[in-house]
């Protein structure tokens, strides 16, 4: 079946711009994660949402960041005023529950969206 | 947040055994231990889970001692493909504690 699906695959803006990322999860996986990796490292968590809801927004990193998930589907992260820190590789998983006990659901990632800002 | 510590790099032939150890002294009671496999380009892909003992399934083998703070991902007879970065994350409870860090780079030379 289709695995994860991140919208635009290479993404170039400049500093002060706003863009949106978008990721299309694996159908039927209610769990959805945002993460951030810079080059070099490993992925940073940003945000979950289980459903429609973000169930931890504890890695944004500022106000500037911001994602949705109206119809527990489809979700897009938006970056406001841009900076060139900024850039980075922005990648969505997904899962089938989430994280619930003491076990982590194995997450499906999508190939990430390159962003970067001048 | 339980802290992971894994070699920067190794390197290994085709046709070799691969061992990569993960240090997690501060593993909770209910944290589980996973690996994650990741190629350039991509974004990462499971591979294996456990809680404790032994765990194998059709790529790799994971060992855990009892104390658990430890975990080593068994690779075996490597290939070239098997060329990526690995990274060892603990936790469960909350999505908060996947921490990835800076994994292992392994290179399979020819």
């Known amino acids: 079946g289709a695995g994860v699906s991140q919208t635009p695959s290479n993404k170039v803006t400049e500093k002060g711009k706003y863009v949106e990322l978008r990721c299309d999860p694996i159908s039927g996986h209610t769990a959805l994660y945002w993460y951030r990796q810079s080059l070099g490292q490993g992925p940073e968590f940003l945000i979950y949402?289980?459903?429609?809801?973000?169930?931890?927004d504890s890695g944004l990193p500022n106000d500037r960041f911001f994602a949705v998930r109206p119809e527990g589907s489809v979700s897009t992260l938006k970056i406001q005023r841009t900076e060139r820190g900024d850039s980075a590789v922005y990648l969505c998983a997904s899962s089938r529950t989430g994280t619930s006990g003491g076990l982590q659901e194995t997450q499906y990632f999508g190939p990430g969206t390159r962003l970067l800002v001048l | 947040l339980a802290k992971t510590t894994q070699p920067i790099s190794m390197d290994s032939y085709e046709g070799q055994e691969v061992n990569i150890t993960c240090s997690h002294n501060?593993?909770?009671?209910?944290?589980?231990i996973t690996w994650y496999q990741q190629f350039p380009s991509q974004g990462p892909r499971f591979i294996i889970q456990g809680y404790k003992t032994k765990v194998t399934n059709e790529v790799a083998s994971l060992f855990i001692p009892a104390d658990r703070k430890s975990s080593t991902l068994s690779l075996p007879r490597v290939s070239l493909s098997d060329t990526a970065v690995y990274y060892c994350l603990v936790g469960g409870g909350s999505a908060r504690q996947l921490t990835f860090g800076s994994g292992t780079q392994l290179t399979v030379l020819p």
């Open positions: 949402f289980q459903g429609t809801g973000a169930a931890d």
């Open positions: 501060n593993i909770a009671t209910n944290d589980y």
